[in-house]
């Protein structure tokens, strides 16, 4: 990322024998012998094609959605039979995603930024093809929200007044006049609107990484009220109200590791439990008339879903699918017909309908390109290891079909975004590429993740560049267990919050990775914190308590940012950067690799000048691959 938001979730040194004792015990099963498989190329993999969204059309005949079939995301059209995909905008520029059809007409939402800067627009498709911006503005960042219940206007979220808040409008969709709804002065984040109009639900972050509340805007008294004041660190996540208007649904993990969704009665202030399990629950929602709700579980690193009729609150029986996980749920206005995406570690997402009726699948995208078989692909595999103080670290590992005790091969250790992010056992175009051309991949949710409790989540606060490090070296410690990675050709690679670990890695434990690979990667916390988007306003405070804050922690911030440590880094380093990047800015890159080079160390550099952070555009995506590969094969795999 750095997404850097605390709402990501909707936590001694071993001797050697016993190191080698707990690795042998937690170790994945030798499954499959080691045997031959097509090599493909970069451009083969990026040619598997990237789909997302979904919207129904107003006679149901249609969805909406986004691919990046023909180099950069555009908006397309598919029946619902099944077919050849429309395109219904034809940017080159610009990557462009679907937000929704009207719900009365032909007419579609779409949005895009410019060059990555995330400053997005919401755009409308009119009846005679013509674009209209809805939210001008230069440094304008507009959020859609959803329709109101008369289907006659709809609800978005522009920061146009003030770039640190987020005013809620609602648009006429006659003559696309508009009406303040909610004028943000404190950092509140936007949950749901009831269908009658009465009530706004928000999250508010406090100072701590893991600590918020709900609260409930009463638009005819305009009285704002804290439904979850507590004592010490508790999420609380508003989720959404019931069609009826009579109740609002929020997470929350008050006296527990976990989050729970929680029921609570606007008339009377009642609560009571609906979802409980022993991982996070991450959301849940209606469908447009109430017949359904869904409900969706963060299950190790995987996306697990309930779909509950509300009339028997019962489950019902989901569609079959061949492998993968069911994500993306859109449930038509009829509520006949639900849109969905199947996604998993060798099956990239793909469009699906389901006729609740007839209790029919029908799948309307084929991602994976055909020149690619699916069986050489790497199935992930979650794992987990012991680290340095004896914590559990979970992680997805990637083996090569090709390797063997007999065939060692090279490894990464893969650090995800966040700092609060997870690597998950969906889809990675990345990391199939790299373990088809031979290299081990360990995606590490090191201590700070997502997704494994609360103490787990908050346990890396103020121990950026130290002990979530250390989980990594410990992850190569592991590594060197399996018996079929070379121990001598181990490197580390990460993105955004990643990418800072692969700094810190090469700066702090500077004997520890053969090679380190920076995706648009933080290098100074101080200006990072400084620079910070004005639209983070909301958590900025989290973000101090997480990493440091820059007016009052400056010997913490320059102590674990490898900017001030250059001259520690002596192995190889790719550094990746997109010039428009707000989160992580270009300078962060730029002085890392002229520090690098002013002390003679090895450091290749490519820059994006049409890219934010991160790839969206399928001919950087092909060139910022080949270079890592590249770099990788010269420098981990080949190296003596």
Excluded at 13 to 22: F, G, K, N
């Amino acid at each position: 990322m750095p997404n850097f938001s605390p709402y990501l979730k909707t936590s001694k040194l071993l001797i050697a024998l016993t190191i080698i004792s707990v690795y042998c015990t937690i170790a994945p099963a030798q499954k499959n012998a080691a045997r031959t498989v097509k090599q493909y190329t970069i451009e083969q993999f990026m040619d598997t094609i990237r789909v997302g969204g979904s919207s129904f059309s107003a006679d149901e005949k249609s969805i909406l959605f986004h691919s990046n079939k023909n180099g950069i995301f555009n908006v397309y059209s598919i029946s619902s039979a099944g077919g050849e995909a429309k395109p219904l905008t034809a940017s080159t520029k610009e990557s462009t995603y679907a937000v929704s059809y009207f719900p009365n007409d032909s007419r579609f939402i779409y949005t895009y930024d410019k060059g990555g800067n995330e400053n997005s627009h919401l755009y409308v498709r009119t009846a005679d093809g013509a674009e209209k911006d809805l939210t001008p503005g230069e440094k304008t960042k507009a959020n859609f929200i959803g329709w109101s219940a008369d289907d006659k206007a709809f609800y978005f979220a522009t920061n146009e007044r003030d770039a640190r808040y987020f005013d809620i409008y609602k648009m006429n969709v006659a003559d696309f006049s508009r009406s303040l709804i909610y004028r943000d002065d404190t950092g509140l984040d936007f949950a749901d609107i009831s269908r009658d109009e009465k009530y706004i639900a928000f999250t508010k972050p406090k100072d701590g990484t893991n600590d918020s509340d709900v609260y409930l805007y009463n638009t005819q008294t305009k009285e704002l009220k804290n439904l979850t004041e507590h004592k010490g660190d508790v999420a609380n996540q508003a989720m959404t109200f019931d069609p009826a208007s009579r109740s609002l649904y929020f997470l929350t993990d008050d006296g527990s590791q976990f989050t729970r969704s929680v029921r609570h009665d606007l008339a009377t202030g009642k609560r009571e439990t609906v979802d409980k399990s022993d991982w996070d629950v991450s959301y849940t929602y209606f469908s447009q008339n109430g017949k359904y709700r869904v409900v969706a579980f963060n299950e190790d690193a995987r996306t697990k879903i309930k779909i509950y009729d509300t009339r028997t609150n019962q489950p019902i029986e989901l569609p079959k699918t061949a492998s993968g996980d069911i994500t993306g749920i859109n449930i038509s206005k009829s509520e006949k017909l639900m849109a969905f995406y199947v996604n998993g570690s060798r099956t990239p997402n793909d469009l699906h309908i389901y006729d609740f009726a007839q209790k029919k699948v029908t799948k309307l995208t084929d991602s994976l390109n055909p020149q690619i078989n699916r069986d050489d692909l790497v199935e992930a595999e979650v794992i987990r290891y012991k680290s340095f103080d004896g914590m559990e670290i979970p992680s997805i590992l990637y083996k090569p079909h090709q390797a063997s005790v007999q065939k060692k091969v090279p490894a990464l250790v893969w650090v995800h975004g966040g700092p609060g992010g997870q690597t998950r056992t969906n889809y990675s175009a990345q990391m199939q590429y790299l373990a088809n051309q031979g290299y081990v991949i360990l995606g590490v949710n090191n201590r700070g993740s997502s997704g494994y409790g609360k103490t787990f989540y908050t346990s890396d606060d103020g121990k950026h560049g130290r002990e979530p490090l250390w989980d990594c070296v410990e992850a190569k410690k592991y590594l060197k267990s399996l018996g079929y990675v070379d121990e001598n050709k181990i490197g580390i690679i990460g993105g955004s919050y990643g990418g800072y670990m692969v700094l810190a890695a090469l700066a702090f434990k500077p004997e520890e990775f053969a090679v380190g690979v920076d995706i648009f990667g933080v290098s100074n916390w101080v200006r990072t914190l400084q620079s910070i988007p004005p639209y983070w306003e909301s958590f900025r405070k989290s973000l101090y308590k997480e990493i440091g804050n820059p007016e009052t922690d400056l010997p913490l911030l320059k102590e674990t940012s490898p900017l001030f440590h250059a001259d520690k880094i002596k192995k190889p380093l790719i550094v990746l950067q997109g010039a428009n990047d707000p989160r992580v800015i270009k300078p962060e890159s730029d002085e890392i690799v002229e520090a690098v080079k002013k002390n003679g160390g090895v450091v290749e550099y490519v820059v994006f000048d049409n890219e934010g952070h991160g790839f969206t555009k399928k001919a950087n995506e092909i060139r910022a691959y080949k270079a890592i590969a590249d770099f990788l094969d010269k420098h981990l795999k080949g190296a003596s």
